[in-house]
């Protein structure tokens, strides 16, 4: 059985078009350097530098160098791994915390003005809200790779 074209035109669609809604709200909002970083720790809790590299998808180096500048700024801390002498641990400080409402609000207001101009209802951007969330809902299979 072959896929409808229109869904999967309009799946591929979803794609571009929330990657093009990303890059849009990123160059009118100031985000840090590590604002990604930030967003991983909200949403893992404390982590390692390995498992925050694994969940942005980036090098473990490029991670350190991310976590380095976001402690400089006083957005996380890092104290020793209970467990691994050699590891720390990485945690979202106070600041970074606010930091983190401060973009998430802004992104907001970019967004929900740009919804202004249109004639999309609040039903309407709830239902596509549920949408990205069930596409981006974890993979179980994806944890045992």
Do not use: W, Y
Not at 9 to 34: K, Y
Not at 106 to 112: G, I, S
Not at 117 to 139: C, F, G, K, S, W
């Amino acid at each position: 059985m072959s896929p409808d074209p229109t869904f999967h035109n309009l799946a591929s669609d979803l794609v571009v078009l929330s990657a093009r809604l990303t890059r849009a709200v990123r160059r009118e909002v100031e985000h840090p350097a590590g604002a990604r970083a930030l967003s991983i720790l909200d949403e893992l809790g404390p982590a390692g530098v390995t498992a925050l590299a694994v969940a942005d998808r980036c090098s473990q180096p490029t991670m350190t160098a991310t976590v380095k500048g976001l402690e400089e700024q006083g957005l996380v801390s890092r104290r020793p791994h209970p467990t691994d002498g050699r590891a720390q641990v990485v945690d979202l400080t106070d600041a970074g915390h606010a930091e983190l409402a401060r973009i998430r609000r802004l992104n907001a207001e970019l967004v929900t003005a740009r919804l202004a101009d249109t004639d999309h209802t609040a039903e309407e951007v709830a239902t596509a809200v549920a949408v990205m969330r069930d596409i981006l809902r974890p993979n179980p299979q994806e944890d045992t790779l």
